[in-house]
C-alpha cells in the first residue's frame, strides 16, 4: 500500500474502532467481534508503523505512552467543589429549606444519579481532542495525569462534535469495577505485595503511576457527570447535559433519574439502597443536584459547595460473620496487635476476611472467641473492625482468649507498660521491628524510596542482609541479583533509589528514624528547632518540650531515643552514608507572616492533604495547632464529616477554612523570600 492510499485506509480504520469503543465502552452494545477489532487494531498499528507521518494523538494507538518522571502540579481552569454530605431524610429537606430561602420559584426538579465511589477527575479538550487529565487535588489544583487519562478506554481521544469549541472542560469519576479490582488484589496477592483496601484506593493507586503501562493493564472506567464550554449550544439543564456528555461519548450513569419532589428523591434513594449491591462497581451514595442551569446559576456557592447540590450517603454497612482464628500482628514499634480472621464475607462492596481487635483491653471488652458469630462494620475507607459479638450463638465449648506472653515473631517476653493498653515486643533485633523500621523508612512521607515495597523487604531480612534502615546504603547491586526474582534493572532502580534517598531533608529523616510520637509534623516541627542532629540529640528533655506542639512525652520519647548507644551508631553510619542530618532553622518570614501566632484546629477529612501535612504547612507559617474548639482558636480548618468541632465552632462564631481558603492563606508566605535566620536552640 502507497502512502495515496495509506492514508485515507488509516482515517478509515481510526473511526471503525473509534465507533467500536464508542459501542462497547459507552453504550455497552458492542458491533464488533474481539478477533475483529484486534485484527483491524494490528492493521492499524502497522499502517502507523509504516507512514508514522500520519499518527494523530486521537488514534486508538495512542492511548498508552511512554513512563512519566513526576506528575506536574496545575491549576484547574474551573474550581472543582466538593459536595455537602446529607444521611438522612430530614438533612436533606433542611437543605432544600436552606436552598429554598435563598431562591424562591414555583417549579424546580431534581436530577438524582448514584455516587460513585471513586476519584474525580477533570478533563480538558481543545477543539475536540483531549489535551489534559487532572486529579482532584484541592479543588484549585490538582494533578497532570494526562498520559493516564489516555489509557481509560471509556475517555474518549476526540469529541464527538461536528464543530467543537475551543474549549471543553468535562468532569467526572475514574473507578475500578469490583470484579477488575478482586482480579488486581490475586495478583498483587500471589506477588506477595501488600493488597489494596477497596477499589477507590486502588483507583487513586492506579491514577498516580508513573507508568502508563501499569495503569492500562488495570483497566479503569469513567462516568462523566459534568459539561462545561457548549454554553452556546442550549444545553440549560443537568439532564441535558448528560445526553450530551453520552452523545460527545462518555458513559454516563444509566440508572440516573428525574425527580419532581424531595419524596420522589427518597424513594430513588431508598430503592438504590438494596439495589445498588448488584451492581459491578461501589457506589456509597446519591448526588441529588437541581436541574435547571438557571436555578444554579441563581444559587450560586457558598465558601465549600454548590447551594443547589447535596450528596445523600448511605450509612455504614454491617455484616455478620465467623471468627476463625485470632493472630497477632507486630509492628514496627514493637507493638502486638490482635487480629480476627474471619469467614470470608461481602462489606461495603469488598471481600472482607480480617479486621483489627486493637489491644487487649477490647478483647476483654467483646470477650470474643474463635469460632464466635460477630457483626463487622465497614464505612468509606475505614479498616473492618468488629461491633459486637452475638453471644447468643456461641457455641458451648469455646474459650476465652488469651493475649500472648512472647512475641510470635522472636519468642522474647512481651511487656505491657504500665498505663498504656498497648502491648509491646521490646526485643529492637526483632524481624517484625525490622521488617517495619525499613518499609516506614521507605515510605513516600519518610525517605520515598521508590521500589523498597514489603515483598523485598521480607526477602532481605530473611537473606540477613539488613539488620537496620543503615544496611540500606551498603547494598551493591551484586547482593541484589541473589534474591530471588530480582533482576538486573530492578535491582539498578532499587540501588539508585536508595541513593537518591540520601538528598531528603532533616525533616524526613527524623521522622524516618521510626521514634515513637514522632509523625511527620512534629518532626518538622522539632528540625524547625533544631537544625542539626547534633543540636537535637544533646538537648534536654526540658528543652525540647518548650517546643509549641512537642510536649513531655514526645521530648521524653525523643531524649530517651538518642541515649540509646544503638540508636547512636546508627546515627554515625546515616552521618558516614552521605544523609542529610541538618537543616535551617526556621525564618523570620514563617514567624511574621499573616498567620504568625493564630491557632488552628483541624478537623474532618481534607481532599487532598492528609490532617498531619496540613497541620505542618501551619506551623511551617508560623501558626500554632491544637486539638480542640476553645474561645481562643483563631481558625478551624473544615474537612468532611467534621463532627462536634465544628458545631462547636459556629457557635463560639470562630472563622472557618476549606483546604483551599488554607491554601491561599498560606499562599503569601511562600512567595516571601530572602528573610533572616532565627537563632535555634543549641
Known amino acids: 500500500m502507497d502512502e495515496s492510499t495509506a492514508k485515507p485506509r488509516i482515517a478509515e480504520l481510526r473511526s471503525l474502532l ?32 509504516q507512514y508514522p507521518q500520519f499518527i494523530s494523538p486521537d488514534s486508538p494507538t495512542q492511548r498508552v505512552g511512554e513512563k512519566s518522571t513526576r506528575f506536574a ?8 467543589y466538593s459536595l455537602e454530605n446529607a444521611f438522612n431524610r430530614a438533612e436533606l429537606a433542611n437543605w432544600q429549606s436552606r436552598w429554598q430561602r435563598v431562591a424562591t420559584v414555583e417549579a424546580f426538579e431534581y436530577v438524582c444519579e448514584l455516587k460513585i465511589d471513586g476519584n474525580a477527575l477533570a478533563l480538558t479538550y481543545e477543539n475536540g481532542l483531549l489535551s489534559r487529565g487532572a486529579t482532584r487535588g484541592d479543588g484549585v489544583t490538582g494533578e497532570d495525569i494526562t498520559p493516564n487519562v489516555r489509557t481509560i478506554r471509556s475517555i474518549p481521544l476526540r469529541l464527538n462534535l461536528e464543530n467543537p469549541p475551543p474549549i471543553v472542560e468535562v468532569r467526572g469519576e475514574a473507578f475500578l469495577s469490583l470484579e477488575v479490582f478482586e482480579q488486581i488484589n490475586r495478583d498483587r496477592q500471589q506477588a506477595g505485595e501488600a493488597l489494596f483496601a477497596n477499589p477507590r484506593n486502588a483507583t487513586a493507586g492506579t491514577l498516580r503511576q508513573l507508568d502508563a503501562k501499569i495503569v492500562a493493564k488495570r ?4 462516568f462523566a457527570y459534568t459539561l462545561q464550554g457548549l454554553e452556546s449550544q442550549e444545553i440549560t439543564s443537568q439532564w441535558q447535559s448528560l445526553k450530551r456528555l453520552q452523545e460527545m461519548g462518555f458513559r454516563v450513569d444509566p440508572n440516573r433519574q428525574i425527580c419532581a419532589s424531595l419524596e420522589e428523591v427518597g424513594e430513588y434513594y431508598d430503592r438504590w439502597s438494596t439495589e445498588r449491591l448488584k451492581l459491578p462497581y461501589m457506589t456509597d451514595g446519591v448526588v441529588v443536584k437541581l436541574n435547571a442551569f438557571d436555578l444554579q446559576e441563581k444559587l450560586g456557592f457558598t465558601q465549600k459547595a454548590p447551594r443547589w447540590a447535596i450528596a445523600l450517603k448511605y450509612p455504614a454497612e454491617e455484616a455478620p460473620t465467623v471468627v476463625e482464628n485470632i493472630s497477632i500482628n507486630v509492628g514496627r514499634t514493637g507493638a502486638v496487635t490482635p ?14 476476611s480480617r479486621a483489627t481487635l486493637h489491644n487487649a483491653d477490647r478483647i476483654a ?146 521522622y524516618g528514624l521510626g521514634i515513637r510520637h514522632v509523625g511527620s509534623v512534629n518532626a518538622q516541627t522539632l528540625t524547625d528547632h533544631f537544625p542539626t542532629v547534633e543540636a537535637l540529640g544533646s538537648a534536654d528533655t526540658s528543652a525540647i518540650a518548650t517546643v509549641f506542639g512537642i510536649g513531655q512525652e514526645i521530648a521524653q520519647s525523643v531524649h530517651d531515643w538518642f541515649r540509646i548507644p544503638a540508636n547512636q551508631d546508627l546515627i554515625d553510619r546515616l552521618r558516614l552514608a552521605g544523609l542529610q542530618l541538618a537543616g535551617e532553622a526556621r525564618t523570620a518570614k514563617a514567624l511574621n507572616g499573616a498567620i504568625a501566632g493564630k491557632t488552628f484546629v483541624v478537623t474532618g477529612t481534607l481532599p487532598t492533604l492528609k490532617r498531619d501535612e496540613a497541620k505542618a504547612l501551619i506551623q511551617n507559617a508560623g501558626g500554632k495547632i491544637t486539638n480542640s474548639i476553645s474561645a481562643k482558636t483563631d481558625y478551624l480548618v473544615v474537612g468532611e464529616e467534621a463532627g462536634s468541632k465544628l458545631a462547636k465552632a459556629e457557635a463560639l462564631g470562630i472563622s472557618q477554612l476549606s483546604e483551599t481558603e488554607l491554601l491561599a492563606l498560606l499562599a503569601p508566605q511562600d512567595m516571601a523570600s530572602n528573610a533572616d535566620t532565627l537563632d535555634a536552640p543549641s
Not at 502540579?73 to 472543582?80: G, M, Q, S, V
Request: negative net charge.
Open 339 to 352: 487480629l480476627a480472621e474471619m469467614r470470608p464475607v461481602q462489606l461495603a462492596g469488598t471481600t472482607v
Open 219 to 222: 483497566r479503569l472506567d469513567f
Open 73 to 80: 502540579t496545575i491549576k484547574h481552569n474551573i474550581p472543582l
Open 365 to 510: 471488652e467483646l470477650d470474643i472467641r474463635v469460632r464466635d458469630t460477630v457483626v463487622i462494620r465497614k464505612a468509606g475507607e475505614i479498616i473492618p473492625e468488629v461491633v459486637r459479638v452475638l453471644t447468643e450463638l456461641r457455641p458451648s465449648d469455646t474459650v476465652p482468649y488469651q493475649m500472648p506472653t512472647h512475641c510470635p515473631e522472636c519468642s522474647q517476653p512481651l511487656l505491657r507498660p504500665e498505663g498504656e493498653s498497648v502491648t509491646r515486643c521490646i526485643n529492637i533485633s526483632c524481624p517484625a521491628i525490622l521488617r517495619g523500621a525499613l518499609i516506614h523508612w521507605a515510605s513516600r512521607d519518610a525517605m520515598d524510596i521508590n521500589g523498597l515495597g514489603e515483598k523485598w523487604v521480607q526477602q532481605f531480612v530473611d537473606r540477613g542482609l539488613l539488620h537496620t534502615v543503615a544496611d540500606l546504603y551498603d547494598l551493591t547491586e551484586t547482593q541484589l541479583l541473589t534474591v530471588e526474582r530480582m533482576g538486573k534493572k530492578s535491582a539498578q532502580n532499587l540501588v539508585e533509589a536508595i541513593a537518591q534517598s540520601k538528598a531528603q531533608p532533616w525533616s524526613r529523616v527524623l
Open 18 to 49: 473509534q465507533k467500536a469503543s464508542y459501542a462497547y465502552y459507552v453504550l455497552d452494545m458492542p458491533e464488533l467481534a474481539d478477533a475483529v477489532y484486534d485484527q483491524l487494531y494490528r492493521e492499524l498499528q502497522d499502517l502507523e508503523a
